[in-house]
């Protein structure tokens, strides 16, 4: 077993398992993991063909704030359960999604896991599936649309350790649900058959994007997954609206009872069904057929959205996936079986004679029918949590058929505490805290069952002082053998011990009590009794009437000629209800199954159905087709004129239509080809997202889907007789190759920065980039704006064009060198008047350029002297140089003259007081200024520099000597 807790009122949430021996003693009770991180929402599932047990849960693994699904597997070897092998991440949210119309979100959470094992296409094999559903939405309101993570493994696999390798799959359907501004929540449950079918059954609600203006729909879904999870998503639906009547006010006020408190008239029949309700928490099995069973509650509804809280009953809806059909199977309370006016139990109309209600409650002038209530709810409060308790604790669950077709159904109920604590009835008061456990058992795959067995603190010594809520049953009922005619079995149930009756943890909290409970686990064995005798005529007596007709009808089951024991009977619908006008035994004669069959009419016209009952299977099935009425006519003759009338769901209905290739993302044009494996039948379709009709355009050519499209087409296929088959739609998106980048201007050599143009005409197509000519990927530079190639830079642009669902374009390259101008030289020292002689260096700042240069005022160039070390100048000279390098444009030509002064008292011997400046005059200056200087030192490098009131240097002077030097 496996759950979420606590072991103290402000610990850390952990995820627990417990094993328990084949004796029911407690092995191993722990948490999973050994890291203190809230964890929460635990799945098990064991494999029956490895027995190894696997978990899966979510808790935050990393930086972000969305929380991860993780997975972990148990060895499990020689009965030693808790030998984790590594756990693995297997959603990392936040997770993208592509939708169906090309909306790509990033901010998914997945989170809640489920799972399943089941097979795999993998020889030796099995697949394991974990289904978490979104947190995000953007609609209305929660539209959690599931992703599935699934592995494939193996004993080998788990006793050593092998990570499994995941891969994943949503439901496009679904996806686009999350996003549309149509609000649809639905509540669904995976399971998986024997032959890698994966099924996601339940309801939804749908309302426009107001949340609040009901959108009357299918509501009913079957989405299928064939091919192990790898194949296309379909989904079926169908209404879980069921038949029923507005039962009198009273025995002589005809009035209908159930009133619409808005316009204070009596809803009519049709404005009134049983619908699936307060089943949010449903799951669903598989039978030894590979039928889907989900167990749900059914409510007593209105057209407009009304449903009666007190009128809520537990049946089940099963798909059958040989039929494409659903039928409806009452689990608690049943109708009785010779009650064959209303379609379903009715809870004011138990007794015969049916369509009558049975009793009134009269007090003074005021009536009602009396009506049998239920509460199949974990709680009598329905205004806990903010009258969300309804919402929060249903708990419906059902169990997959045994290899015996052994099946069970779990639920709770608080009737009797409702009873008393909501309407103080008295009779009821030892039932004050008495949440009860209900479950009924199947011996024949579900299509019959018992009456409920009842667990509770009351009745049951086991249970005293126990308050059990959140029941689960074990995934199959455990076969121990037969008592007489009665199979037997081992029925597990986990559930939580609440100390104080209603959850703390659920905001706003029922009670202000955190004192938690206890997690138990209990077995039943149970006789499972046997279904009811075989009925020889579920029909009643037909309406007499005055005039008739005779049909001389053949009549086949799915084109098989029915039994001698079989029925058939006529139907007229009149004011909403049906009508039995006739009914005849069936006689086989020379291979030839039929009867001749008088029904009851007054009027021309009237739309006559039919139904047979197939005593073999003790089903009640519907035929095709129907005949109009003819007062006094004759309809077919013996033997070779005979009107055919088949039943049975084999050739009823159309088969649905098939896409090949099926639904999905395809990188080049497609051509869409529909099938229908009923033979003669005609494909209508539709591209627009309508629901085709026989109006719609008829299928006859593939459909051509060009590159960049996006298109959902529905299909629907119609035969003459036959029930059209149920809408399917496909999504395709079809992409392709995207275009390869232009780069402009082309690669080369430029001595001009340049501005690189990146474009692609894929639109909507991102270009990614590299410099240093490595192969982009999606994670390199994303291309935003032109890139600036600067001076003195080589580059080797490499470029190549994504977009989501179409295959990347090829990469395409430039190669660029960017040179520019040469730098001018610099002359140092600079020009101006120098003492004896003056030695001029002469660099640029630009490497590895070549300098020319001339002494005699001529303009240099590539063939004057190069030079390559200081220059002496002795007499005044004008110094002209040009830098020049490969692939560059020529520097400008720089010039400086020096003026050669010759000493001015090379003789003077006065020694100064000091080296500087002794004076300048005149004072204040005039156009001319005579500069004194004094060298102390014999022989002494000098050097007088004279900047103007900028800070520019204008003159230098620099020689040897000694005394002291006018300059003018």
Known sequence: MTYHGRRAQTGVRRVFYSYLDANG??????????????????????????????????????????????????????????????????????????????????????????????????????????????????????????????????????????????????????????????????????????????????????????????????????????????????????????????????????????????????????????????????????????????????????????????????????????????????????????????????????????????????????????????????????????????????????????????????????????????????????????????????????????????????????????????????????????????????????????????????????????????????????VFPESDAPLEDPFDDPLVLSGSMTVMAEVTINEIPASNNDILAAFVTVNGQEQLRGKENIMVVDGVAGCLIQIFTETNGENISFKVWDYDRQLVLSAYPGVASQVNGVVGSWPDDMYHINAGSGTQTVENPVFNPPAGDYTSPQNIILSCPTSGAQIRYTITGSEPTEDSALYVDPIHLPENTIVTIKAKAFKENLTPSHTVSAHYVITGTVATPTITPPGGHYTTPQYVVLDCSTSYAQIRYTMNGTEPSQTSFLYTAPINLSTDSNYTITAKAYKVGWVPSSSVSAEYNITGTVAPPIFDPPAGMYKEMVEVSINCPLPNANIHYTLDGSTPDESSPQYAEPITITEDTTLKAIALKTNWLPSDIVEASYEIIPVSNPDDTQTPLFTGIHNVYPNPFSDTATIRIGIKGPNQDYQLNIYNLKGQRVHQYMGKAKGFQDYH
């Not at 809520?312 to 006016?341: I, M, R």
């Not at 479950?439 to 010594?461: F, K, R």
């Open 25 to 526: 003693y407690l092995v191993a009770n722990n948490e999973i993991t050994n890291m203190q991180n809230n964890e929460g929402y635990p799945a098990m599932a064991v494999d029956p063909i490895s027995g190894k047990p696997m978990y899966a849960w979510h808790a935050n693994t990393d930086a972000d704030a969305e929380l991860e699904v993780q997975f972990v597997s148990d060895a499990f070897l020689s009965g030693f359960s808790g030998l984790w092998n590594d756990a693995q991440v297997i959603i990392n949210n936040p997770t993208q999604v592509t939708h169906p119309n090309g909306t790509v979100t990033t901010h998914s959470e997945f989170i809640w896991p489920s799972m399943q094992i089941g097979p795999s296409p993998i020889a030796g094999k099995r697949r394991v599936y974990v289904l978490a559903r979104n947190a995000e939405t953007m609609s209305y309101g929660p539209s959690e649309n599931p992703y599935i993570a699934f592995a494939d493994f193996n004993a080998n696999d788990i006793e050593n350790a092998i990570p499994l390798v995941w891969d994943h799959t949503s439901i496009p359907e679904m996806n686009q649900w999350n996003i549309d501004a149509q609000w649809r929540r639905p509540f669904h449950s995976l399971t998986v058959d024997n032959a890698g079918n994966l099924y996601y059954a339940g309801y939804h609600f749908a309302t426009e994007a107001d949340g609040d203006t009901a959108i009357d729909e299918e509501d009913l879904d079957i989405f299928i997954c064939p091919n192990y999870g790898q194949g296309q998503w379909a989904r079926l639906s169908f209404w879980d609206k069921l038949p029923t009547w507005n039962p009198p006010t009273g025995p002589s006020n005809p009035t209908g009872y159930f009133e619409n408190s808005d316009t204070g008239l009596p809803y009519t029949n049709d404005q009134l069904t049983f619908n699936i309700a307060n089943s949010s928490h449903l799951n669903a099995a598989i039978d030894q057929h590979g039928r889907v069973h989900v167990l749900c509650v059914y409510a007593l509804s209105t057209y407009n959205g009304y449903y009666y809280p007190n009128l809520q009953y537990v049946k089940e809806f099963v798909y059958d996936p040989a039929t494409h059909q659903v039928t409806v199977n009452e689990v608690h309370p049943k109708k009785p079986a010779d009650d064959h006016f209303n379609p379903y139990f009715t809870p004011w109309d138990i007794e015969a004679p049916y369509g009558v209600v049975d009793e009134f409650a009269i007090s003074g002038d005021v009536t009602a029918p009396m009506m049998v209530t239920d509460f199949p709810f974990p709680h009598w409060d329905q205004t806990a949590h903010s009258d969300a308790m309804l919402f929060h604790y249903n708990n419906l669950k059902i169990s997959n058929a045994n290899d015996q077709g052994m099946m069970v159904a779990v639920w709770q109920n608080s009737y009797r505490a409702r009873m008393y604590n909501e309407y103080n009835d008295s009779d009821y008061a030892a039932f004050t805290n008495t949440p009860e456990i209900w479950i009924s058992v199947s011996p024949n795959n579900g299509d019959y069952w018992s009456d409920p067995i009842v667990l509770n603190n009351v009745e049951t010594p086991q249970f005293a002082n126990i308050k059990p809520m959140w029941v689960y049953p074990a995934d199959k009922v455990v076969y121990t053998g037969m008592q007489g005619q009665n199979k037997v079995g081992k029925v597990g149930l986990m559930f939580y011990n609440d100390h104080t009756w209603g959850s703390h943890v659920i905001d706003p909290p029922y009670h202000p009590n955190p004192d938690g409970g206890q997690v138990m686990f209990t077995e039943l064995e149970i």
